[in-house]
């Protein structure tokens, strides 16, 4: 089992940044990668950002790319996602995810625990 818990969610102005946290405990040094997803109101979940156990491999969503950056310190367990210029479409619960078998980490059933989700509200 993998118990994972966002934090770093909020409110900011469009422009600004937020760094998500995503601390892992249990049998964290099974999963090969961990990711995150996002679902706004009305819409269905979505890839944002991943990254593998070595932390040497990451993939980003296009409508990221640039300004989202996912890393990875092992010696905490914890997986962050720094966001910059934020937009307000960027508005969604942002749930952290790991697997233990990821074959393609853009796609949310490959992961076998999730987070609670925090929410990040982006205004004008």
Same mark, same amino acid.
């Given at each position: 089992?993998?118990? $994972?818990?966002?934090? #770093?969610?909020? +409110?900011?102005?469009? #422009?600004?940044?937020?760094? $998500? ?7 964290? @040094?099974?999963?090969? &990668?961990? #990711?995150? @997803?996002?679902? &706004?109101?009305? %819409?269905?979940?979505? @890839?944002? &950002?991943?990254?593998?156990?070595? #932390? !040497?491999?990451?993939?980003? &969503? !296009?409508?990221? %790319?640039?300004? @989202? ?6 010696? %905490? ?9 934020? %937009?307000?479409? !960027? ?32 205004? +004008?």
């Amino acid at each position: 089992q993998v118990q $994972l818990v966002e934090s #770093g969610g909020g +409110l900011v102005q469009a #422009g600004g940044s937020l760094r $998500l946290s995503c601390a892992a405990s249990g049998r964290t @040094f099974s999963t090969n &990668a961990m #990711g995150w @997803f996002r679902q &706004a109101p009305g %819409k269905e979940r979505e @890839f944002v &950002a991943a990254i593998r156990g070595g #932390g !040497d491999s990451t993939r980003y &969503a !296009d409508s990221v %790319k640039g300004r @989202f950056t996912i890393s990875r310190d092992a010696a %905490k367990n914890t997986v962050y996602l720094q966001m910059n210029s934020l %937009k307000p479409e !960027d508005t969604a619960v942002y749930y952290c995810a790991a697997g233990y078998s990821v074959l393609d980490r853009s796609r949310s059933r490959d992961y076998d625990y999730w987070g609670q989700g925090t929410q990040v509200t982006v205004s +004008l």
